[in-house]
């Protein structure tokens, strides 16, 4: 069974003939402990407090059966990682629009266009916000109006923690349905942006999430092209 927020999202899995709901990753409308497994790929990191990203993994493991399994993926700020590029940062060229916005800007962040790294990263990256005047200035030149977070730069390394992700609405406007990653519909730009909010979890961020979730044990924890995963089972 598929959850997801998006009404269109689950509309295509309707098409595809898979069973799929909406609905709140903190309020799942599925039995407690009726789960033999579960799986959430970059879910957690839309969550924009602390607090909440343990209460969505609550609700993964209140869904669990006891010995049953979740596996769960994050954004990594780690884009390198043992001397390796992730598969998000090798697998797009940067356009001439980026690089000259990279250019002007010197930000570390890019607009990525509905990115998806390799398999799973929906969404990675932790960063540590420069204490300098310098970079200061360089983070507000990249403000989105009435916002304090930074836009991410596609295919390129994360600098900040909290950020705002471009996603470009794609589809054709001649077309009953259009794929929108807002959910919002009827807009009168033909190519509409929206900016969407992710957590970039740095190492060991998630397992310490993992670890304020009672009656759950981490089985694994690892490092998987960009994001960080764990696999969690209900004591």
């Known amino acids: 069974i598929g959850c997801d927020r998006s009404q269109n999202l689950v509309d295509i899995c309707r098409e595809r003939q898979f069973q799929a709901l909406v609905c709140d990753a903190l309020a799942v409308p599925v039995r407690s402990g009726s789960c033999d497994a579960c799986i959430s790929i970059a879910v957690i990191h839309h969550f924009a407090t602390a607090e909440r990203r343990v209460e969505a993994l609550q609700e993964l493991a209140r869904l669990l059966r006891p010995g049953g399994q979740a596996l769960i993926y994050v954004w990594a ?86 950020v705002l992700v471009p996603w470009h609405l794609k589809g054709n406007p001649g077309k009953d349905k259009a794929v929108e990653p807002s959910g919002v519909a009827g807009c009168p730009d033909p190519s509409p942006v929206f900016h969407r909010y992710y957590h970039i979890f740095c190492d060991g961020e998630l397992e310490a ?19 960080w995963c764990v696999v969690l089972q209900k004591v």
Request: net charge negative; hydrophobic share 20%.
């Open 209 to 227: 999430s993992c670890q304020a979730v009672g009656d759950v044990s981490i089985l694994q924890s690892y490092y998987d092209q960009g994001n």
């Open 77 to 162: 700020m780690e884009q390198e990682y043992k001397n390796q590029k992730s598969k998000y940062l090798r697998g797009k060229r940067i356009s001439q629009g980026d690089k000259d916005e990279l250019n002007s800007a010197t930000s570390t962040e890019e607009f990525l266009v509905n990115q998806t790294p390799e398999g799973v990263n929906e969404d990675p990256a932790l960063s540590v916000h420069s204490s300098s005047n310098t970079k200061e200035e360089e983070y507000k030149s990249r403000k989105v109006p009435n916002s304090e977070l930074p836009i991410h730069i596609n295919r390129t390394c994360f600098h900040s923690q909290d």
